[in-house]
């Protein structure tokens, strides 16, 4: 529990860091995808183990990393001179091929995991699985809702990213 505690911690300072007032949000949306994935869990009632926690742990890795693909490609398109709008659109659009192709090899993987696997090994994989799905949605829908619904409310001249 400690070192999803640090390993969370750790993140939200990072991305705050690194993209700032987006940063915030796909801190939000990360604090998002653990709740929902603990209330998936419990509707399973899954008993939260190590190999869970560590499920958990690497979930919310991927989840970073995907939320890292959607503002650094926000601007690399603000640096090719796109108004911020387009460079929103633009950069979600590009970064979410990627980000569905590497989370659907890992479902698959995780997937085999858990119909291969026994003991601690499933109770690993289902963590993952779980957190793969939380993951898609929390970061293509409800990171990009915030970020829209900030846009629609400042219309800036520049993003802060």
């Known amino acids: 529990m400690i070192s999803l505690a640090v390993g969370f911690v750790m993140v ?6 690194f993209y700032g ?5 796909a801190d939000f949306a990360l604090l998002a995808n653990l709740v929902l994935m603990v209330a998936i869990l419990s509707l399973f009632e899954a008993t939260l183990t190590l190999p869970g926690m560590a499920g958990m742990l690497l979930t919310l890795g991927m989840a970073v990393d995907a ?3 959607i503002n650094e490609r926000i601007r690399e398109e603000i640096g090719r001179g796109r108004t911020p709008l387009a460079a929103m659109q633009t950069g979600f ?3 979410t091929s990627t980000i569905v192709d590497s989370n659907a090899t890992a479902l698959l993987a995780h997937v085999m995991l858990f119909v291969f696997g026994t003991g601690p090994v ?4 289902l963590t993952i ?6 993951t898609l949605f929390t970061t293509l829908l409800l990171s990009r809702m915030l970020m829209a619904r900030w ?5 800036p001249t520049s993003l802060p990213v």
């Open 12 to 17: 939200v300072v990072f991305m705050v860091l």
């Open 122 to 125: 499933r109770g690993f994989a």
């Open 21 to 25: 007032r987006f940063g915030w949000y």
């Open 151 to 155: 846009y629609a409310r400042t219309r």
């Open 129 to 134: 699985t779980i957190g793969i799905v939380t």
């Open 93 to 95: 659009e590009k970064a």
């Open 67 to 69: 939320n890292i693909l």
